[in-house]
């Protein structure tokens, strides 16, 4: 079976079908708050401490069939969509990012690589390994400038009938307990490392006088400690021809195809973290009231908590845009999802440092809800670095500004409506490796903005403003595509100036901009009625013009009113707050 034939035909409902299993996990998971909860916080926190896997929590995950989530139906598994995927992960990151990357992501990305490349006989064997609830580990190629988690040098020389693998990686995740490692490493010598090969090994199999799972070393990781604790050293290690994925040298193509899948689902998936951040804070902050029929002070508690809502929604729009192109826009994913992941420090990350403020020096405690926020701090940044952090993405997306210059911003194609309506049916998904790796001068989400602008309303002062910020972003946009075209385009024998990075960040809130406006006309169709108020989108349009320096625009005390009373409903009916708001356990 190849992997254009890893698809299924549509079935009627299946958003319903994949909103059942959210809310079947939901209630399996139950209040995290309830300290007898075996995946409740008290549990994960204990875990945590002790470094160690939450067993009472993963022993849910697994009644609950969760490997079934990682293997396409057509192998016997629940995966025919990345969007139902999020959603049913965002209930365990929700809980624990480390629940969430070490169960679940670490398995699925490794996955992603075979379903991508693999053979017939080895998409079978790792489906019935994961279905029967084995765990797959993924040893991605070191980058030139390595973060710790992809540190080390694994080289594959060729031998009679195989290769012959020397080298050592110091974190490998879940390698301790799985049935199947997924490997990039170097099958030649060459420039930047040399041409790259992917592997599929049972680590069981491998000699053990050739091949030792070794402990991190260094001192106790910051986040995620019960999980990145194992490492991997090969010593001619002989491994067969049948390991291959894909033919030798393809690994940086697999990588580049795989990545686009990994990036989307756990930068993603981070949304889960925020979110429990701020239930958190509007427990504590005691804030419930304030804000509903008037402003909230901007200076107070219950502002910080409704520009948190607005941050997660502005970053969780440009996250749903893109898993739902994985369905409608392939070619053009692999854009949006570096945008996406160097997106995630700059919103994510500083929005939890906000919603810090509100606890204050609760922020210490080590149990209960304040201790999860606590642990989300420390996990949250690990999630923005995994295999590439921010440089990396910046490194997808520079080389292809010139070319989505000219053939793409004002005059290219316009994204479908379908990928600004969260949850909304989508087309079969397919694992079809002859979509180009990256974009080829298309970018439907930009090109969307001048034409979303062009039909806005001006009808009362929160939609008057948001035309107007709508209008600064088509004129930013406008002004990158000058500044990109007057320079001169990076090459393999030019430097990257400090102009590139800046244009570059510049650009992934314009496509920020592109999907909250997006989401906001034409993701109504799902019957939303919150995504159908223009007060969030102009409050998320507001945040982002002020990210680009665009201060002349005043945002109506109307705006947060709404927004702030979204927050408290939210939150005294448990609600998620993402664009799905699906209902919560607690």
Known sequence: MNAAALTRPSRAGEPAAG????????????DPAEDTNPSGYRTLLAADRAGVICDPAEAVLDSFGMNEEFVPTALGGRFDSPETLLQVMRAVFRRDVGLGMGYGMTTFAAANHVWLRGTAPQQRVLAGQLLSGSKASLAQHETAHANDFVRGRVRGVPRPGGLSVTGAKQVVNNLQRADALVMVLSTAQGGDGGRLSTLLLDPRELPPDRFEITGRPGAEPVGLRGYFRTGARFTDCPVPDSAL?????????TSLLASRMSRTLVSSLAVAAVDTGLRTALRAGRVLGAGVTAAPDPHSAAATLTWAFVDLLLYDS?????????????????????????????????????????????????????????????????????????????????????????????????????????????????????????????????????????????????????????ERMVDELRDLRGRVLALEPPGPQRSVGPAWFALADRYVLVLAAAAVLGVWRRGDAHGEPFLADPAWAA????????????????????????????????????????????PLAG
Not at 245 to 253: F, I, Q, V
Not at 424 to 446: K, M, N, Q
Not at 549 to 576: I, K, N, Y
């Open 19 to 30: 909103h059942e299993r959210v809310r079947r996990l939901e209630a399996l998971l139950g």
């Open 245 to 253: 994925l894909g033919p030798m040298g393809s690994g940086a193509t």
């Open 318 to 470: 440009l996250a749903v845009v893109t898993t739902r192109a994985l369905h409608l826009r392939p070619a053009e994913t692999s854009l949006y999802a570096a945008a996406l992941k160097s997106l995630l420090p700059k919103v994510l990350r500083d929005t939890l440092h906000d919603l810090a403020s509100v606890l204050g020096s609760r922020i210490y405690t080590r149990e209960g809800p304040a201790g999860v926020f606590h642990k989300y701090l420390r996990d949250v940044p690990i999630i923005s670095l995994g295999h590439a952090g921010t440089a990396a993405c910046q490194a997808t997306i520079i080389p292809q500004l010139p070319l989505l210059a000219r053939r793409a911003w004002f005059t290219g194609e316009q994204a479908p409506a379908a990928m600004f309506r969260p949850g909304a049916p989508l087309p079969p998904f397919s694992y079809d490796d002859d979509t180009p790796v990256l974009t080829d001068g298309r970018d439907g989400l930009s090109a969307s903005l001048p034409a979303t602008v062009a039909e806005l309303p001006t009808g009362d002062a929160v939609e008057r403003v948001l035309r107007t910020l709508a």
């Open 539 to 582: 409050a998320a349009l507001y945040r982002i013009a002020g990210r680009l320096g665009v201060r002349d625009v005043e945002l109506p005390a109307e705006c947060l009113t709404r927004v702030h009373r979204e927050v408290v409903a939210r939150f005294r009916d448990p609600h998620g707050f993402d664009l799905y708001n699906m």
